[in-house]
């Protein structure tokens, strides 16, 4: 029983002496787990493992669990994606975000007056300017902002949605689920890929409280298509006393290809607009309601606000945002990638290529196309290039998986056997960076 190699494994106080660790909880759980799992192995091939080994395996645990999220360098092209925290924050915003977090503010505080004020002041005249619209009122993400909109708006009675529209975006928000859970009725209107005006007004009955648009953001119906137009839809709305509320998802507050944009939908008689914080705009995440100021003001004093309004650290990113949308689009990361210049875009790739050159590892530029992502601008191809490398002897797979798993992660696409580097989506400043990883991963 005494060579049993599994009773040869050192102690917790022991692997904290050698990792020099002090011996707080955190650590010390990690050094459990490595021990649970040498354990393990143990049973199965009874291969003694060394005190270093055990201590190396430690240290690695310890760089794993650091107090941030892991870093992902992004070279797959997609300048929105949910999966990786869709949009990256300007450098401005992110400082006011950090100001906001770090001291007080006058967050809900009217200097002027020294009373009370509300955390929407911020962003109302921004949004009204940017937009046209009477008012605006700021949550956590669109969908509370569609949620709030359905369940202020309609209180029970029915909504009119084309059956064109009943989306489902990123998984788990679904237009009928949503309008289920905030006690609206749904009502059905026309066929999948056309409904037409009559559609709606035949629909529309005395327990009717609103027309519902929702912009299809993450695919597209070809072919024999028929969609209302925006406008003759809000006069019908406006005829019947019905609201008129229009989630566009991602909603463009300047102009771009294949979106709609925000103004132009309030000026075609929205009385609701929603739209995302983190998609198209840029910013942190958050839900947007533009509209008239009555409609507006009932979403803010309903008693669900409370529990879906922002903390101080998106409104401060959110309102720097939309300053910059005013006064410095270009300065906004998303923007910047989703209008990157093929040109600028070929000068990226060559900086890379000669650093990885320096590094001793072989590539080449090719043409790609770059998405917008994230429930936006589906079908559009954002004109670019890659940069490509043969990664034998090693499996373009191996490669990719072990490029994920460094302190600060790089995501990469195969095809055909190569790794594809896109150099829309990687921070110009640190393409030294992605071609030592890169280096790394390859010649090792
Ligand atoms: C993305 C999207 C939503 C959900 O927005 P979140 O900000 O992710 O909550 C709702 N509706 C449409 C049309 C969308 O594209």
């Known amino acids: 029983m005494t060579d049993d190699p599994r009773r040869q494994l050192p102690s917790v106080t022991r692997l904290l002496e ?6 707080n909880r955190l650590w010390v759980s990690l050094i459990e787990a490595e021990l649970a799992q040498a354990r393990a192995t143990l049973t199965k091939t009874h291969e003694p493992i060394a005190e270093s080994e055990l201590a190396r ?43 906001a977090a770090l001291g007080y503010s006058d967050l809900e505080f009217d200097l002027l007056s020294g009373h009370r004020s509300s955390r929407q002041d911020h962003l109302q005249s921004l949004l009204t300017l940017l937009t046209g619209a009477e008012a605006a009122v700021v949550v956590n993400n669109n969908a ?52 037409r005006l009559a559609d709606y007004e035949r629909a529309i009955g005395p327990n009717t409280a609103a027309l519902l648009r929702v912009h299809p953001s993450n695919f597209q119906i070809r072919g024999f298509t028929e969609q209302a137009d925006p406008l003759a839809l809000a006069q019908l709305a406006h005829t019947h006393h019905l609201v008129m509320i229009d989630d566009l998802g991602s909603g463009s507050l300047l102009p771009l290809p294949a979106e709609p944009d925000v103004a132009s939908r309030v000026r075609q008689g929205a009385d609701v607009v929603t739209f995302s914080g983190d998609k198209l705009l840029g910013g ?9 100021l009555t409609v507006i003001d009932q979403m803010k004093r309903h008693p669900l606000y409370r529990a879906l309004r922002p903390d101080k650290m998106t409104l401060a990113a959110l309102r720097a945002t939309l300053w910059q ?17 093929p040109g600028a875009l070929r000068r ?7 650093h990885l050159k ?55 696409q195969v095809e055909g056997g190569m790794i594809v580097v896109d150099v829309r989506t990687l921070p110009a400043q640190r393409l030294a960076e992605v071609a030592e990883i890169l280096a790394r991963c390859l010649l090792n």
């Open 144 to 195: 509370a902002a569609v949620f709030l909109a359905l369940i202020t708006l309609t209180q029970g009675r029915q909504v009119v949605i084309s059956r064109g529209e009943l989306v489902e975006i990123g998984g788990s928000f679904r237009v009928p689920d949503i309008m289920a859970a905030s006690g609206t009725e749904l009502v059905e209107v026309g066929t999948t890929n056309r409904t």
């Open 18 to 23: 050698l990792t020099s660790l002090p011996a």
């Open 348 to 354: 990226q790739a060559k900086r890379l290529i000669a």
């Open 325 to 341: 949308t005013l006064v410095e689009p270009d300065q906004i990361p998303v923007r910047q990638m989703v209008t990157a210049d």
């Open 358 to 412: 320096r590094r001793g590892v072989q590539a080449s530029v090719r043409p790609k196309g770059g998405v917008a992502g994230g429930g936006s601008m589906p079908d559009v191809e954002l004109p670019g290039v890659a940069v490509a490398i043969d990664p034998r002897p090693k499996s373009a797979s191996a490669v990719q998986a072990e490029l994920r798993q460094g302190a600060v992660a790089l995501l990469v």
């Open 284 to 292: 942190p995440q958050a839900g947007i309601a533009v509209g008239r």
């Open 57 to 99: 395996r430690v240290q690695q645990a310890v760089a794993r669990s650091g107090p941030g999220l892991t870093e992902i360098l992004n070279g797959t092209g997609v300048v929105i994606h949910t999966n990786i925290g869709r949009a990256p924050l300007s450098e401005r915003a992110a400082a006011m975000a950090a100001r």
